[in-house]
């Protein structure tokens, strides 16, 4: 394995690792589930006002966050990453040394919350002094912002340079790459294109006949149409049904410990956002299906494609009914205001449901207006087939228990007859007479019969649907403690001013507020998005937070123009690739320009093409498909990723919220909890040790080497097939001689691989293989 670690190593030197941290998802942690507790639970005794009354505890100020970092009497409360070794965490634990609050523990959930926060770093946006929170609400003041202006179509400004731009899309970049002093470096390869459009459209390797298509082609159209293979292909759907499961918080559980009640249904939304992408279905019919499918006058008449889609939310988070249902009830409306607010509109609605927000003009009776779209209604499994098939379906199943009654009721009677208590069925043969056994097999026959007559069970989608009753405001978010009314409606400052409120509004009036022309925010925040996907990083850099707290566009004419141009184009996601692949912008080399780079070093005006990990899917579904194994197979029930020998692609693995797959937790798969908008990208050395050790990279080395060493005899050519499958490229000659030497030595008494395997499983651990140029 020497030679293996060596290459892993050196390579991994060599390479800059863009490390992002979840920054705004932490705050927003701190905002919903610390602030709060610690507002509501800790205040009275630490904080400023209480030191104005004299009623100061422990010397410890928890209301800014200087007073936090300082700690008590005793000293610092907080070790951030440790909340074993935290005075406070103790505390909440109620632990000998201390109990926070002094009364009474809070719940565990609450407790967690707190430990994951330490954990995280102890994130707290808090500075300055506590700040009184009243603001008078200007709706109108509000509508000025730039997110909440109609996108307009402009035309770029003047360029200098005439010959690089191949679109609107570089005139936009190019303009503004200029007024910084920028220039675009060169483009990239051919090679490294194909590699990078193949991947970036279905998320798996060019084959090196593709390439070598690719590479003999000169025509001018040659990109384009291994674009349009592409957006044909159906791995296409699959890979970018991903990017929106990781919105849509798509899992098939719950995360809690116990009574956890498996979605079992829930690919079939998988299947059908795979779908939807592959049909090229306008964006804005996608986002309607997916709040209202069921209401829709248009939707299609089968009921797989009219109603899978509710499963956006229909597999949302539930909490424990138990003990506290009304507090259960408005964390899963949350769960669905959050999915779907900062899912389609990149807007933090749920900021506003335990105070106006602070910086959107989101009062909170906008929030519950929302919330009383879906107040009330069910989460439940409903039956795809016709109204006919589940009647038919059902009055067999009606038919069968009603025989069955009658065996229970025949034997109740034989037993009273006879004197017998009663005749269980192990007892039956010794109960009773010849002709009792007789009559009961005819009857037991007959219900076998029933059942093989029943047609199949229709399959069942999970869905959300009914309810819709109007709310009063929560003050504080307190279910128990209640305010003015909150006719449903949608967000005001989203809607003409004379828009009505009231109880026609449902969720189809939300579906059609949301996926409408008129609608700021949709169609900017989905080809946002895409461009995230393209180019590593949004034009607004936090595609979910589209508001105040969120980074403003980096290049606003050239978004708006995309989110006109998207719409004029019947919201076609294929279009909007295509327009953005064909670019200059997305063709230019990965490669550093060291003066551009002081100017901007973060890439931010796209000077070049930002080089990539492969996300943990790509890079898996690359795995088996260089190793010859990839399962093509589409759609259908879930596998474990773990279980041996499940060479299918990686959207097709379970996705559990009770218990994550260690091999997506281990590469940065968002939490399915949350609505999720950028995957961090975390080295760790985990990850290394999983190349090096783990079944399935070992599996596919093996398989690997075999499916080189069947190439032919010669060493020289199977390198060289080994480098295209991989790399899509020739080896040089030292990385021929260095193979060469490798393969040719003895292996050492204690390796359990072969040396061609050995070699194989270096050559897939590379950084060349995970990284995209
Ligand atoms: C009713 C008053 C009261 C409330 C409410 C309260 N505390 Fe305290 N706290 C105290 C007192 C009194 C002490 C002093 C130590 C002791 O007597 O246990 C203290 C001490 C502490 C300390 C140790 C400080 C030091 O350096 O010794 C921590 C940490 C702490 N509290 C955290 C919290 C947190 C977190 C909350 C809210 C979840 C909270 N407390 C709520 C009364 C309170
Ligand atoms: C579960 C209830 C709850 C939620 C959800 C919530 N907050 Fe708060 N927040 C509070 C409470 C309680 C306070 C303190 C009292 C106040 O200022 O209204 C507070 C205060 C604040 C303050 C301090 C304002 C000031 O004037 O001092 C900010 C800023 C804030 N919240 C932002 C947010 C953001 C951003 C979100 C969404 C990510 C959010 N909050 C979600 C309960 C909540």
Not at 478 to 501: I, R, Y
Request: net charge positive.
């Amino acid at each position: 394995m020497r030679f293996l670690r060596y290459l892993l190593l050196s390579s991994a030197a060599l390479l800059p690792l863009s490390i992002r941290a979840a920054e705004p998802d932490a705050l927003a942690f701190f905002e919903k589930k610390i602030r709060p507790v610690l507002v509501e639970q800790c205040y009275s005794c630490h904080s400023a006002d209480a030191k104005k009354v004299k009623k100061l505890k422990g010397g410890l100020l928890l209301d800014t966050k200087a007073g936090l970092l300082k700690g008590g009497d005793t000293g610092p409360v907080i070790v951030a990453g440790k909340p074993d070794d935290s005075l406070l965490i103790q505390g909440l634990r109620h632990s000998d040394e201390l109990r926070m609050p002094p009364k009474s523990k809070l719940p565990a959930n609450v407790v967690a919350d707190f430990e994951a926060w330490v954990k995280m770093g102890a994130p707290d946006p808090r500075d300055g002094l506590a700040v009184a929170g009243v603001r008078v609400f200007d709706i109108e003041q509000g509508r000025k912002f730039w997110a909440f202006q109609a996108p307009t179509k402009s035309e770029p400004s003047k360029q200098k340079d005439t010959a690089w731009p191949k679109s609107d899309i570089d005139r936009f970049l190019l303009a503004a790459l200029e007024a910084k002093n920028l220039k675009p470096v060169a483009p990239a390869t051919k090679r490294e294109l194909i590699r990078r459009v193949s991947f970036d459209l279905i998320g798996l390797p060019p084959t090196p006949q593709e390439i070598d298509v690719f590479l003999a082609d000169s025509s001018a159209d040659a990109l384009a149409k291994v674009v349009d293979r592409l957006l044909q292909s159906p791995h296409y759907g699959e890979r970018w049904a991903r990017d929106w499961l990781d919105v849509a918080r798509f899992a098939e559980d719950q995360a809690h410990t116990f009574a956890v009640t498996p979605y079992t249904q829930a690919f079939r939304y998988r299947d059908w956002v795979v779908k939807a992408l592959n049909d090229d279905m306008p964006y804005d019919r996608f986002v309607k299906l997916q709040i209202a499918g069921d209401l829709m006058p248009d939707a299609p008449a089968d009921p797989f494609s009219k109603y899978t889609g509710l499963g956006f939310l229909g597999l949302g988070v539930q909490y424990y009914k138990n003990t506290a249902a009304l507090q259960a009830a408005a964390d899963e409306l949350d769960d669905r205001i959050d999915t779907l607010t900062r899912g389609f509109l990149g807007l933090t609605v749920s900021c506003a449901r335990c105070h106006d927000h602070k910086f959107d003009p989101i009062p909170t009776k906008d929030y519950y207006s929302l919330a009383g779209i879906y107040n009330g209604s069910d989460l439940k499994p409903r039956p795809i087939a016709s109204d006919a098939d589940v009647e038919r379906f059902k009055q067999g199943e009606t038919k069968i228990k009603s025989k069955e009654g009658e065996i229970q009721k025949w034997l109740g009677e034989v037993a009273k007859k006879t004197g017998k208590k009663g005749i269980p069925k192990e007892q039956e043969n010794k109960l009773l007479s010849d002709e009792e056994k007789k009559q009961i097999a005819v009857m037991r026959a007959e219900v076998e019969a029933m059942k093989k007559a029943m047609p199949p069970k229709p399959p069942e989608v999970h869905v959300v649907v009914g309810g819709g009753k109007e709310m009063k405001v929560y003050i504080r978010g307190n279910p128990n403690q209640q305010g003015e009314p909150a006719p449903k409606g949608f967000l005001q400052v989203l809607s003409a001013k004379d828009a009505k409120h009231g109880d026609s509004f449902n969720r189809l009036a939300l579906a059609d507020a949301i996926a409408s022309k008129d609608n700021p925010l949709t169609a900017r925040v989905i080809v946002n998005r895409v461009w995230q996907h393209h180019f590593g990083r949004g034009l607004v850099g936090t595609p979910s937070n589209f508001g105040m707290l969120g980074e403003r566009p980096t290049h606003p004419e050239l978004l708006d123009w995309l989110a006109v141009r998207f719409m004029e184009n019947g919201w076609s996601l294929k279009k909007l690739h295509r327009d953005i692949v064909l670019s200059a912008a997305y063709q230019l080399s990965s490669v550093n320009d060291p003066k551009n780079a002081e100017i901007d070093g973060d890439n931010k005006y796209l000077w070049h093409f930002n080089r990539r990990r492969l996300d943990v899917e790509s890079w898996r579904d690359a795995l088996l498909a260089v190793s010859g194994k990839l399962d093509r197979t589409l759609a259908g029930p879930p596998l474990d990723l773990a279980a041996r020998n499940n060479y299918r692609r990686t959207i097709y693995a379970r996705i559990s919220r009770h218990r994550l797959d260690s091999t997506l937790a281990l590469w940065d798969f968002p939490d399915p909890n949350v609505t999720s908008a950028t995957r961090p990208v975390t080295t760790v050395p985990q990850q290394q040790l999983f190349v090096l050790n783990s079944d399935f990279v070992v599996d596919q080395a093996k398989a690997f080497a075999q499916r080189v060493q069947a190439t032919g005899t010669n060493e020289k050519d199977r390198i060289a097939a080994a480098f295209a499958l991989v790399f899509g490229r020739a080896p040089t000659a030292d990385e021929t001689q260095l193979a060469l030497g490798f393969l040719a030595a003895p292996p050492g008494k204690d390796e359990k691989l072969t040396r061609w395997e050995q070699y194989a499983q270096a050559l897939l651990g590379t950084n060349e293989f995970m990284y995209v140029d």
